[in-house]
């Protein structure tokens, strides 16, 4: 039931984003204009775009005007590319200016065009890219495999010894149907049927911790995984930064204003922001011009906005031959015309007719802002008479260079912690992006990401599988890479041992998604194709939820082994007390019915108790467990066995001191039984952690634990003092000496469990083979780092 309920909800969540993102287009057919959803366009459609407008099917640019779109989806390229009108050329792929060419998915965010369909669906770039994810096997989850294994083992064994009970006990004592239900009472004391119940009530239980953190898991196994995780892929555009353009820097003159400087712009900056505002739109969609709007909100005088009492009364928009935009201005009550333009640097020197001097010194500044990551624009502005005749292009007006403006897509402010913290997890975070290697490198010394090789499309293109695996050992940064070359990386990755997670949201990435071992995909702005690829996915969008899920992975496997160190143990005395008496002809201890009730006991407290206890410590100051590293080591289950022989020993002993006591069978029984039951809660408490002490477990915070507590103390209470109920089980009454005596020895085997536990430490910790390596790791210097 909690498994259909989480599911169903994570479904209901996933329609809700695909209603968000379904597109809707504008097409002309039978020479009308129709407005249908995007699923209905087809071949030889003729889509008109507009700005704000997704691009519904792959199309021929038949028309364009100034004709802008933000392809990132497809290229993880956060900046829009023009697009040019030119029928019959050549198909190309996405990415790259001046193509005419539109893609499906990517979104108009300047001027406007018509177009004629030429793919949809499975043909379309897009659709190409969801046809190989079918086409990309999943690998089933470790830990379910070794599950599986053990279950089927343990009832292999348990089957055979039930068996063998049976037909020794008919042929001893002659009772074949007591030796048949102390055949089922050894069976069932042996079956540990509650390993397959711990693990999906782990996972699911898992997902619904985490959807609080607002990540949603499709695949409730990947939070395992995801503890296991040894290197991060994440893309930049969406993932490490922000997707929303900025203006981090304005360059007017000598003077340089940064991002971050206090007050309001005065002087030269007011002036070159007012003109770079005046040369974009008044209700923009280009990213760009939004970043001009934005910082102008923010530090221009309020009272008086660059568009305040002024009118557009020329417009020259994106050429091949001249990278800028202009706009010429009418001014209410004023004789002039305000013109104002930006664009390519090199396009803005070239309308302001600068000298080769200063168009060498524009350089120098061009090349060290974009050191820093930054797309530069260059802004001029110039004032001619209201009569003046509108010239053919904008190079006959007399413009003054204004200065440069730096735009670049942010980080997130809680990335940089986020990458610390996974560095001490032992984590390797690369960055895989389709953006340019000096826009890469940047931000990843922001992030503080691990300093290391960059390795380009073009690069990885020319290199063997073979090579391409070695180079990825070292490798933090790929950049200007194509949605194939995200694969190859992730196999690259895998082949080298590593456990992948992978994060993205663009279209481009679902394929290196699917191939992971832990997908995760940007649920805001994340695709369709990509959120159906992943299995967990960020409804926030936030990169620190990561860390969370890593956090919450390493918990729930920590308190898996927990679960798993317990059923262990417990089963041993069961099985023992179920067993010692057909061996040593004792009245039997167990019937069906009490394994039964026991069970009832058993599985709460693996269930609820062991999920429910917090992270360990040192969770995330430990590199990653071994890929291969099975859930139960030989030492592990020597240990458990080990707990389970000393809770064996003390309760068959205090049985068999009670008979000699001459105490009534069902007497002997019950409070055997009672001091099992007090045993058991000493095994809970020790193995509530596999570090701290017992004492230490008392103060960390478990309302479950009591809860299960005091609901088995109340139903054995209940057992013993209702007659009914206790000729059902074969009891006799319990004194207040009896019950002192089954609670001491659940005390008496507290102490010897913690004991024991000391003495076998070792067996119940993960071993790392890769801890040297991943300590050298950490403390190599982070990308941006000097001496």
């Known amino acids: 039931m909690i498994a259909v309920v989480q599911e169903s909800r994570t479904e209901r ?8 993102t379904s597109p809707r287009a504008l097409v002309i057919r039978d020479g009308v204009e129709k407005r249908i959803a995007g699923v209905d366009v087809v071949r030889s459609d003729l889509v008109i775009l507009a700005e704000g407008d ?50 499906s998915g990517s979104m108009v965010v300047r001027g406007h065009g018509r177009a004629e369909v030429t793919a949809t669906g499975a043909r379309s770039e897009i659709g190409k890219i969801g046809l190989a994810i079918t086409r990309i096997e999943t690998e089933p989850p470790r830990l379910r495999v070794q599950t599986r294994r053990l279950v089927r083992n343990f009832a292999a064994v348990s089957l055979s010894l039930s068996a063998l009970a049976v037909v020794l006990y008919g042929l001893w004592r002659g009772g074949w149907l007591d030796a048949l239900l102390s055949g089922i009472a050894l069976g069932m004391s042996m079956l540990p049927e509650e390993f397959p119940l711990v693990l999906t009530v782990f996972m699911v239980m898992g997902a619904w911790r985490i959807s609080r953190a607002r990540v949603l898991t499709r695949r409730v196994a990947a939070i395992e995984t995801l503890g296991a995780a040894t290197v991060l892929c994440t893309d930049k555009t969406g993932t490490l930064t922000q997707n929303r353009m900025t203006i981090v820097a304005l360059r007017a003159g000598n003077g340089y204003w940064r991002q971050g400087n206090k007050g309001p712009l005065d002087g030269r900056f007011a002036v070159l922001l007012e003109y770079g505002i005046l040369a974009s ?5 280009d990213p760009m011009e939004k970043a001009f709007h934005a910082l102008g909100a923010e530090r221009l005088p309020k009272d008086h906005p660059p568009h305040s009492a002024r009118t557009v009364k020329w417009e020259y928009g994106l050429r091949p031959d001249l990278l800028a935009v202009t706009q010429v201005y009418e001014q209410a009550g004023s004789p002039e015309l305000i013109v104002a333009a930006k664009g390519a640097p090199e396009a803005i020197a070239e309308l302001c007719q600068l000298p080769e001097g200063d168009r060498a010194e524009l350089r120098r500044a061009i090349d060290e802002m974009a050191q820093d990551g930054m797309r530069v624009l260059g802004v001029a502005g110039a004032s001619v008479a ?79 599988d073979a090579d391409l695996k070695e180079r990825a050992r070292s490798a933090a940064i790929f950049a200007r890479t194509m949605p194939e070359q995200k694969l190859r ?61 890593v956090r919450l992975g390493r918990r729930i496997y920590d308190n898996l082994r927990k679960a798993m160190a317990y059923i262990l143990a417990i089963h041993v005395p069961i099985a023992g007390l179920a067993l010692i008496p057909l061996l040593f002809g004792l009245p039997l201890l167990f019937w069906p019915l009490h394994i039964a009730f026991l069970e009832m006991v058993i599985d709460p407290v693996c269930s609820i108790v062991f999920e429910a206890e917090g992270e360990e410590a040192d969770t995330m100051r430990r590199p990653p467990r071994a890929p291969s590293a099975p859930l139960f080591t030989a030492g592990f289950v020597v240990s458990s066995l080990l707990q389970g022989v000393l809770v064996l020993a003390l309760v068959a002993g205090l049985f068999v001191m009670a008979l000699r006591q001459n105490l009534p069978e069902p007497d002997a029984r019950s409070l055997a039984f009672a001091a099992l039951v007090a045993t058991n809660l000493g095994l809970v408490l020790v193995n509530r952690s596999l570090r701290a002490s017992v004492f230490a477990a008392f103060t960390r915070p478990n309302a479950a634990l009591w809860w299960v507590v005091a609901a088995t103390a109340a139903i054995l209470t209940g057992v013993i003092l209702f007659p009914p ?63």
């Open 54 to 103: 997704r691009v519904p099917a792959d199309a021929t640019v038949l028309a364009a005007h100034d004709l802008q779109c933000d392809e990132s989806l497809l290229t993880g390229e956060a900046m829009p590319v023009r697009k040019i009108a030119s029928p019959g050329a050549p198909p190309a792929r996405p990415g790259g200016d001046d193509l005419p060419y539109v893609y």
């Open 386 to 464: 209201s009569g003046f005749a509108r010239p053919e292009t904008p190079r006959d007006f007399p413009f003054e260079f204004l200065g440069l403006v730096g735009l670049a897509d942010p980080l997130r402010p809680t990335v940089s912690a986020a990458v610390r913290e996974c560095r001490a997890a032992g984590i390797r975070v690369i960055m895989i992006t389709g953006d340019y290697p000096q826009t890469a490198r940047a931000i990843a010394a922001q992030a503080n990401l691990e300093a290391g090789d960059i390795v380009t499309g073009a690069e990885l293109e020319r290199m063997s």
């Open 281 to 285: 739109a008044p209700q923009p969609f």
């Open 13 to 20: 969540v996933l329609e809700t984003l695909r209603d968000l």
């Open 725 to 787: 109920a206790r000729e059902l089980f074969h009891f006799g009454p319990l004194h207040a000496d009896d019950i002192l005596v089954a609670l001491g020895s659940g005390l008496i085997a507290l102490l010897l469990l913690e004991l024991a536990k000391r003495l076998t430490q070792p067996f119940f910790s993960v071993r790392h083979p890769q801890t040297e390596a991943v300590n050298r790791w950490t403390n190599r210097r982070p990308a941006g780092t000097h001496n």
């Open 489 to 549: 990386i992730v196999n690259a990755l895998k082949a080298n041992g590593e456990v992948v997670a992978m994060t993205g949201d663009g279209v481009n990435d679902a394929p290196s998604l699917k191939a992971a071992h832990i997908g995760i995909a940007m649920g805001g702005r994340g695709t369709d194709v990509a959120r159906e690829a992943a299995s967990l996915i960020l409804l926030d969008d936030d990169f620190t939820s990561i860390v969370a899920a």
